[in-house]
Each structure stands twice: as C-alpha cells, then as structure tokens.
C-alpha cells in the first residue's frame, strides 16, 4: 500500500505522547543534526510542505518521509519508535541478503553477510523448531532439553537442514566450521528478544520466581491497611540441635534430632511478626498451621525465662499480642500461604477460615515473591542465628554447611530447648528494629500508630470473647453418634480417633443414644472435647476413657499409638496411662538405635516432640526389654485381641 501523509496523520498518536531522544550526552554537533530531524518530523505531522520543511531543516522529502515512517513504527517494547526513531541506520526489520550466496572456499573470509538469515527465509520450518528448541515449546510432539547448549543446537541445526539439502553443498556446510557461530546469534539474539520467554525457558525456580517481581505494575490488592493481610510460610531450619537423655545409670548422653521446621506468621504492612513455632517433626501438618494462626489470634505474648548466659531482650522489642492492647486478638483480612502447604487445606479452609472469616490465598509452589516479608524475615533469622552455629547445614547441600555438623551439635551441646529462646529473642528484637521499609520506624512503633495513634488508621477485627479464651480458639468440629443402650448397658458415650468420650450429663442420656453430637476438638490436646446436641444443646466438656485424659497429647500422637498397637508392637493395658507407655517406648527406641547406630535421630526428633506436647520431661533411656508393655516383635495372635485403628473400638489385654 503506497504510504500516504495524510493517513499517516490522522493515525500519529499527539507528539506530546511520543517517546523522546535525550541529546544531553551529544556534542552540539550532533546534537543540532538530530534536533533538525526530530523537527522535520514534527513538521511532517502538523501538516507543513515539504518545500518549508527543507528550507527549515534541511532534511529533504525522502529523508523525511522515511524517517516518520520509523517514528511511526511500532518498537520492541510495543509502543511506537516515536523520536527515538530520528536516529541514523535506525532499522525496524531483520537484514535480508539480496544476492545468492555462493560456493566459498574453506579458509576464505567474507562474503556470508546474512547467510543465517537467508537460510531460514527459506526454510521457515526450520526456525519453528530452533525456536521451539530454545523456548522449550511443546508442539507437534517434540520433547525439549532442559537447557539446551549452543553446540547442541547447532547439531539439531545441521541435521534438519540435510533434509532440504541432501548434498551439502551449500552453507553452512561449504564453510570451516558449518555456521555455529552463526546459530549461537541466533540463540542469543532470540533470548535476549523477549526476557520473560529466555527467564522461563532457562532460569531456575529462583530466577522465575524473581522474575514475577519489579514489573512497574502496582497489584491489584495493594494491602494498605494493617492487619489487610497475613504471611505465613514454614522453613527448614538450617541447623543441627541435641537434647539430653539420662541413662538408667544415672549417666547423660546427647543425641542429634532432625532438622527441625519453623512457621511463623507476619503482618503484610508492618513485616511484625505476630507467632511462631518450632516444630518437631519431619513435615509440616495443617495442626502445626492451625497453631501458629491460633496463637496469632488468641495468645497474648509473654517473655520467656531465658536461661541462656547474657541473652536479654531488647528495649523497644516484643510481639505485638503483649505490646499493643489493640493487637491482640485482631484478626486479619487475607491469609498468604505457601502454595506447598496446599495438602493441609482441609483444616485451615474449612475450619480456620470459616471460624475466623479471613481469606486464604493459596500460591503456586516456588513462588517465595508472593510473600516476601517472611522470606526477608526467615532470611535474617538464618543469617544471624542459625548460619553462625558450628552445628549449621548451610543455606544448600554444596554450600555453608559446617564439617562435622553432628558431632559439633553434641559438642558444643547446641540443645533445641535453647531454640525457643534464641527466636523468641530474635523475633522480639525485629519487631522493634527500625527499617526503610517502616520509613525507619519499628514494626511495633507502626502498628502502634495505626491502631491507637492520635488519629487511628483502622479499626481491628476481633473475635469475640465470651467468658473463656478456648471460645476464641478456633478449634475444629465434626460429627460424632453417640452409642451404647438400654439392652447391652453400656453408659452412653461417643467415640473419636479410636477413643470412648463421655461425662457425667452424656452417661446418664439414654435419650441421646442413636442421635448425633456436634464436638469441637483441639488437635494438640485430645484429653477432652466439648460437645452439643443436635439443636445446639451444651453437654459440657467429655472427657477421653482409660487413662487417656492424663497426658496431653495431640491428634498425630494418637494415631502414632494406635498404628503402633494395629501392628502388635505397643501392648496397652487398661490401668496405664497410653501416652506414659509411647513415651517409654520411644526411649527405648532411642537406646536400641544409639547401640545400633541407626535411625536415632527420628527417634530422638519423636520422643523430644511428644514430652515437650505433653508438657512432660523427657523420660530416662530405658534398657532393651524393660518395659513390660513394649514388645520388639509382633506377639501371636491368640494372645492379643487388637481391632486397627479404623475399627469402632478396641480392647488390650494386660500380658
């Protein structure tokens, strides 16, 4: 179509909204050179005459012509050239080679000016497949690399090319090293085109995940206010601990656990970190979650006692719970969590959530930019605690982790119960650490003038309180029937996770038998429920049966037990306490694996976890067989009367 000025005017955007040209950096004369053509342009646009146009500029009708042509063309970056288009040998297409490229001699040089870009003209499959190859697209059944090489490029280049010249008679094939430095252009001019395909096709998960940040674009959700939005992540604790056993000899022993977890909970605006735990476990569960948001919400920060040398809490530091009377309690807006976690959905959707009403914002896996306040945070945390320890495993397996880890951790007596007062300490001193970020306020100095300043900010959501904190503890609930009857005499009751739960008003219900009861269950102490009938009618607190309301225990403690029971290891009578007897058993665990040089570590990780759940200490280590309810190998059948877990109960006899 023949280029009209006309249709080109009334197609230019304003000049106001052109990019422009800076011409500080030119010499006055090539600043007056370009300064001449941007107004030959400018010219051409307003409407003038060529004629005036070259009186004025000097640039001629030709030359004007074509250079609005390449202001007005569209850039790499989708916007028009605009001014930027003024500057001379501005190309807007790829070079094409206009003469037939002929026979070369093998040591010759020159004459293969655009040889690449000739080759692929012609064979425009050819380039699908290298950009396929090197953007790593699925089509057509192709299975890409990686992260293809250069050289293998370049051997993908040569064998999809004999296909259209069986000869090889001519280039690549003619010259000394068959066009790879060619292809390697190529290759990098392709990826330096479009920086989000080159980021996605060969950057790592970090490099992706950096890459969805510092677009210029302000989200959609700009969480402005305090308590808009939560983070909450978990992290492998770079570091090895011990804990302490006693021997039945009177003597101690130090044994290495686990790489143990922590989660912890900050506020978006602030970057305060609201809770945290330490976790005693191989994995993460969604009651480990559900903890760390009730302690947010319900638990009122207290120090600790440290009992660690010179360790003292700073002036200014804390957790807001305990600092600021309008932060506890407060409940958030959004929940950010780790699109990992996505497994423990059930218990934070469907019962967090509904309790508390905020709203849970699942990620994708690997995207940390999502939350960045808690990554910053759990990053200075490695930095300045666990990273500094002899006992540390380092940031990754090929860097930073200290010789010897274990045997230092037993050493040095880096011992997990001094875990606690490290973060408690080093959370409480972030919360009072001014930063740019807080316009060098504290996160506890902008919390406190957000919420009860001279001119609060928000008003907090709370949950209410009605008598006791445990209405405020966001505990999970199901359905339980309630059993027993007239006929077999047993006392109405109700059975969870394997266990009889009844109290004083339930036993003597007869009328409930056969109805259902709607309990509430906190998963880090079965010991008792609380329970309602079908049309909201309290029954008060049910406690668990068989000494199974002794000893705190949590829900995957139970299910431990029982597992061990199903499979005939762990013998319960009715006049000992479960928990007790899954204690001495995990001691002598620990002493059969410390003889035996294997597994001590989990053991070790499992006893630490269940005495310090049950608030209990940790029991002395127990020589092989001597516990009466613990047996090594699985006892016979006519023995036991045992019914798995899943059964509706279960009966042990005392050996």
């Known amino acids: 179509m023949k280029w009209s000025k006309s249709a080109a005017r009334a197609e230019a955007p304003p000049l106001d909204e052109w990019p422009t040209f800076d011409y500080s950096t030119l010499s006055d004369e090539d600043r007056e050179f370009l300064e001449n053509r941007e107004l030959a342009v400018r010219m051409l646009i307003e409407g003038a005459k060529y004629a005036d146009i070259s009186i004025v500029t000097g640039v001629s009708k030709k030359q004007a ?177 011990t804990v302490l056993f006693k021997t039945p000899i009177g003597t101690e022993v130090e044994s290495v656990l686990e790489r143990l977890w922590l989660i912890a909970a900050v506020e978006r605006l602030s970057t305060a970190v609201l809770a945290y735990r330490v976790v005693y476990r191989t994995e993460v569960t969604a009651v480990d979650v559900a903890g760390v948001i009730r302690d947010a919400i319900c638990k009122r920060w207290v120090p600790k006692e440290l009992t660690l040398g010179s360790l003292s809490y700073p002036p200014g530091g804390g957790f807001p719970s305990g600092i600021i009377p309008e932060a506890e309690g407060a409940v958030w807006t959004a929940t950010l969590l780790d699109g990992a976690l996505v497994n423990l959905s059930n218990l934070i959707h469907d019962t967090i959530r509904k309790e508390s009403g905020f709203i849970v914002n699942w990620g994708s896996p690997g995207h940390f930019e999502r939350r960045p306040n808690i990554e910053r945070t759990f990053k200075q945390i490695t930095e300045n605690i666990f990273l500094r320890l002899p006992s540390t495993t380092g940031s990754d397996p090929k860097s930073g982790r200290a010789t010897d880890a274990a045997d230092a951790a037993k050493r040095y007596r880096i011992r997990a119960d001094d875990v606690d007062q490290l973060l408690d300490v080093a959370f409480a001193a972030h919360n009072g650490l001014p930063g740019q970020g807080n316009f060098y306020n504290s996160p506890l100095e902008t919390l406190q003038q957000l919420l009860s300043g001279p001119s609060p900010r928000a008003m907090i959501r709370k949950l209410p309180l009605s008598g006791t904190t445990r209405a405020r503890s966001l505990l999970r609930r199901t359905t339980c029937t309630v059993r027993g009857g007239i006929n077999s005499g047993r006392r109405p009751y109700i059975q969870y996770e394997n266990v009889h739960y009844t109290n004083a008003v339930l036993s003597l219900s007869g009328g409930l038998v056969g109805t259902e009861l709607t309990i509430y269950i906190d998963d880090e102490d079965l010991r008792s429920i609380k329970a309602y009938t079908s049309n909201g009618y309290e029954l008060g607190v049910l406690s668990a049966m068989r000494k199974w309301n002794l000893t705190k225990h949590s829900l995957a403690t139970r299910q431990a037990i029982f597992q061990l029971v199903s499979r005939r290891i762990l013998v319960l009578s009715q006049s000992e306490d479960p928990v007790q007897a899954y204690l001495r058993y995990l001691a002598e665990q620990v002493a059969l694996s410390r003889k035996g040089g294997k597994g001590s570590a989990k053991d070790a990780t499992n006893l630490t976890r269940v005495a310090k759940e049950a608030g209990e200490t940790i029991p002395s280590l127990a020589t092989p067989h001597s516990t009466a309810s613990i047996q090594a190998e699985p006892l016979g059948g006519a023995r036991l009367r045992l019914v798995p877990p899943s059964g509706k109960r279960y009966k042990v006899n005392n050996r």
């Open 65 to 241: 012509t074509r250079m609005t042509k390449t202001c007005l063309s569209t850039a790499s970056d989708g916007r028009i050239m605009g001014f930027r288009g003024v500057l001379p040998f501005t190309r807007m297409g790829r070079n094409i080679r206009r003469s037939e490229i002929k026979s070369k001699r093998r040591d010759q040089q020159g004459g293969m000016a655009c040889a690449m870009q000739d080759t692929l003209a012609r064979f425009p499959d050819l380039e699908k497949k290298l950009v396929a190859q090197i953007r790593k697209e699925k089509k057509a059944g192709l299975i890409p690399e990686f992260k293809i090489k250069g050289s293998h490029l370049h051997r993908l280049f040569l064998n999809e090319l004999e296909k259209f010249d069986p000869t090889k008679s001519g280039w690549p094939f003619s010259t000394k090293y068959k066009g790879i430095k060619s292809v390697l252009v190529f290759m990098q001019d392709l990826l330096k085109k479009n920086f989000g395909d080159a980021v996605r096709a060969r950057g790592g998960s970090d490099a992706k995940a950096h890459f969805a940040t510092g677009s210029g674009i302000s989200p959609m959700i700009p969480f402005s206010e305090p308590f808009d939005a939560v983070e909450i992540d978990a992290y492998h604790i770079d570091a090895l601990f």
